[in-house]
């Protein structure tokens, strides 16, 4: 559709001059200052914030499987669950022993009332002589006797609760668990498998992924004093990273310090996949932007500027490409000034000097291209 427009404004020129050589028809866009963050691109990947092996915290036979390879499950809920008839029977006995226990203080108590009264009624008797002192100190000995029995009592029934509580901590430990929102990598036993107590029966990775890159050193400071987000391109799909994390250690072998950031929509995501990481190593500045299309690369970098005044012709003008962003090609030259127009379609037929027919670019259209890399090999930010 947009080869039959030019060709019939071609035409429509052609006809005007007739027979004269026509000006080439061309897509401009003005060229834009902006405030934009000096960033390098590097190669990095994405990995699982938090990878884990589910395992059997108690022996026995794997009684109930819930979930398989590549399902998804949230913090807490269960994965698997290992017969628990035999603990639960002696949950049942200790809640028996318990009973036992309460009943056995209760009769403690109750006896420990008695000996007192006893005790303090032949006290008084014998401070008036009508009791031998001899059964006032009997009675004083079976209220100390029924004290230590109730003593005894709660001390063994502090136990038997002590036992119930690590019953039911065992009876837990076999149900397992999500310990955080992730996916099933790996499911390595059946139902009916036996397991002992450290046997891996799951691997989970998170959910949540982060970005990680190596970098090199001489952007450090860079990255210390300026970064705070990263801007990804993982499988052509463009991705923010928060969180920004610099691991202050460096790799002696390849002189490089890790970075790492959280990625808010990583679920959309798969660890492992590479990303191509835009660093910023800059502040935020006014920068000349244009898109992609318009530079053209190879021997001296250049664009092609329409020259004010009529007739329009193509200007040849050099620049210095700074760095790719989000927003376009950073691009510096004495000629740059913001506002004229560059030319984005057309220009690779182009020659300093030729007549142009600019069309303008419609607002929908002059988004400035974001560059893809082919490789994902480090594009220095300039010093």
Do not use: C
Not at 205 to 221: I, K, M, Q
């Amino acid at each position: 559709m947009r080869a039959l427009m030019y060709l019939s404004l071609i035409l429509m020129v052609v006809s005007a001059h007739g027979g004269e050589r026509p000006p080439s028809p061309v897509r401009t866009v003005p060229l834009v200052e902006i405030d934009v963050q000096a960033v390098t691109t590097l190669a990095g990947s994405l990995q699982a914030a938090q990878r884990v092996a589910v395992a059997a915290e108690e022996g026995g036979r794997l009684a109930t499987v819930l979930v398989d390879s590549g399902h998804t499950v949230t913090a807490g809920s269960e994965l698997a669950r290992i017969d628990d008839e035999l603990l639960q029977a002696s949950i049942t006995e200790s809640s028996a022993l318990i009973a036992a226990a309460q009943a056995a203080v209760a009769e403690a108590e109750a006896a420990v009332k008695r000996a007192d009264t006893d005790a303090a009624a032949l006290a008084k008797a014998a401070e008036r002589q009508a009791a031998s002192t001899l059964d006032a100190s009997r009675a004083s000995s079976r209220a100390s006797e029924a004290a230590a029995m109730l003593a005894r009592g709660r001390a063994q029934l502090a136990a038997a609760e002590a036992r119930h509580t690590v019953l039911s901590i065992r009876l837990e430990r076999l149900v397992l668990r999500a310990p955080f929102d992730a996916t099933i990598v790996n499911r390595y036993r059946d139902p009916g498998a036996w397991l002992r107590p450290g046997d891996a029966v799951f691997d989970l990775v998170s959910t949540e992924l982060e970005a990680t890159v190596d970098v090199p050193e001489r952007f450090y400071p860079a990255v210390r004093d300026h970064a705070t987000s990263l801007q990804l391109l993982v499988a052509g799909e463009r991705h923010e990273a928060t969180k920004l994390r610099a691991i202050r250690d460096l790799d002696p072998a390849t002189r490089t310090f890790r970075v790492l950031a959280s990625l808010a929509d990583g679920a959309a995501l798969a660890p492992g996949l590479t990303a191509s990481v835009e660093l910023p190593v800059g502040p935020m500045a006014k920068q000349m932007v244009v898109p992609a299309a318009a530079v053209l690369r190879g021997a001296g970098d250049h664009l092609y500027a329409v020259s004010p005044g009529e007739p329009a012709t193509a200007m040849r003008v050099a620049v210095t490409v700074e760095f790719a962003s989000s927003q376009g090609l950073v691009v510096t030259g004495p000629q740059l000034k913001a506002g004229m127009q560059v030319v984005v379609e057309g220009n690779e037929r182009l020659h300093p000097g030729a007549a142009v027919m600019p069309i303008p670019q419609g607002p929908a259209e002059s988004e400035p291209e974001q560059p893809e890399p082919e490789q994902p090999a480090e594009q220095e930010a300039k010093p």
